[in-house]
């Protein structure tokens, strides 16, 4: 079950697999890339479906074409990956729209539905703040569970992000460390930071 503007609707085609969206404008050479990367290649491809869910940056509306390593390598990884369309102001707009791709410029409801319609059982946010349009989907109801990380090491305050996940090593005392999240914090024991051998480096 998966849940559409807050209602549930049910999908049969799951495969057996559990559907993970992780959103994010910071999905190139940026240290939240660094810090997810690893770890979102090495999920399973048969227990987990992982969909890219891809934000311009604020201000930035065109997606770039990354070509660092870090990006090629969650793009070979992802089943799906979704570049997701966002409005510009009136300014934004006329500034930008000789470089602007045919239909980036879109409505809140157009990014919501791109969101919705990919029936995510979970909604992983790598930071929450860093960016706001970032904040602004976060704020949205549009999976079971939504976690934001540890990209950006605050509290969202958001009734609608569901777990915080950090770790042990940082945060101490987990029953005094609840008391800074509106979250359900979801403590790690180690920062399994994983990094892909070069397969120039011999060990």
Known sequence: ??????????????????VVGFLSSFLDGHSVAFWIHGNIVALPRDAVEVVMLELPRYRSPQHRSASNVVYKRLRQRADRWVRLMWPLSEADENMASSNLPEGLVGGLSRVRTQIANERLDVLFFPEVGLCPLTYQVASWRV?????????????????TVDYFLSYTLFEGRHSEAQQRYSETLALLPDVPQLFPRRPDVVA
Not at 145 to 159: E, K, R
């Open 1 to 18: 079950q998966v849940y559409v503007g807050g209602e549930h609707h049910k999908d049969s085609n799951r495969n057996g697999r559990v």
């Open 143 to 159: 999976a079971p569970f939504q976690v934001a990380g540890f990209g950006h090491a605050l509290s969202t305050g958001l009734p």
